[in-house]
């Protein structure tokens, strides 16, 4: 017994050491980088569409906002998710890792949540609260000047946006140790996200609140826009029972790749 709980120990260190070394990843000079290069993306975008004459949409400011945020960082997931799972697979540093007490349950898990962690917080809730200061006070080119919505709904937003981007890469890791081939990975991913983006005729529209489709995929009633944008304007957010489907989603995925995980010979 005492083996045992030893054991679990051991393997709980070395995956709080590959979490920790993922989550390292985004702290100093290359988190940095990262955090500058993301605020420049999605600032400089969005300032791009708000503010002068080639693309004047001044007073929809919020809306291009939360559509990039459920695009750029979501594709970025994605991409970096099967660099972490498939590439590390195919050069032998993840053999290399679980051969040391780290589990494999705990290696696929830290990969993915570190992951999910550090892009959330650089390039979703960082560039969201900065582009929420300046917004305000920008002067469009045409129409009104954004109104702030309020923060708490705001922020809820950008909540939902960490799900959805929380459920891609979880699909992404699974889809990694299942086909384990870069590419095809990512564009199986990139249809997912596609497909659910633009809801199929074929599902009830009704469906949708119980989808990652539901929280993020566009609207007709809403002019193409996603359906976070009524809440943020003070409407509520009828998709909401999306989200607790859609981390459990995200849940049941990473289980399944850690089980598949389990099963490969490094």
Known sequence: MATDVHTVRIGLSGSWGVLRG???SWIGRR??????????????????????????????????LLNMLMFFPVIAGIILAEAAIIGEYHSGIAAWLV???????????????????GLSVTAILIPGLVANWWLPIV???????????????????LGVTIVVLGFFIAL?????????????????????????????AQIPTSWHRYLPSGLYGTSQTTGGWIPGMEYIHGHPFNQASAVPVTMLAAALLVAGA???YQRLEL
């Open 172 to 200: 992404t890791g699974f889809l990694a140790v299942v086909v384990r081939r870069r590419g095809i990975v990512a564009l199986l991913a990139m249809a997912a996200w596609l497909l659910l983006r633009i809801p199929l």
């Open 139 to 157: 002067e469009p080119y045409r129409f009104v000047t954004p109104e702030p919505p309020p923060f708490g709904r705001f922020l809820a937003a």
């Open 22 to 24: 993922e989550l390292g």
């Open 31 to 64: 988190g940095l980088f990262q955090l500058i290069l993301w605020l420049a993306i999605i600032e400089g975008f969005l300032y791009y569409t708000v503010a002068t004459e080639n693309q004047p949409f001044g007073k929809l400011g919020y809306e291009n």
């Open 99 to 117: 051969s040391k007490p780290v589990p494999r349950a705990g290696y696929v898990t830290a990969k993915l949540g570190g992951l999910w962690v």
């Open 258 to 260: 850690v089980l598949i």
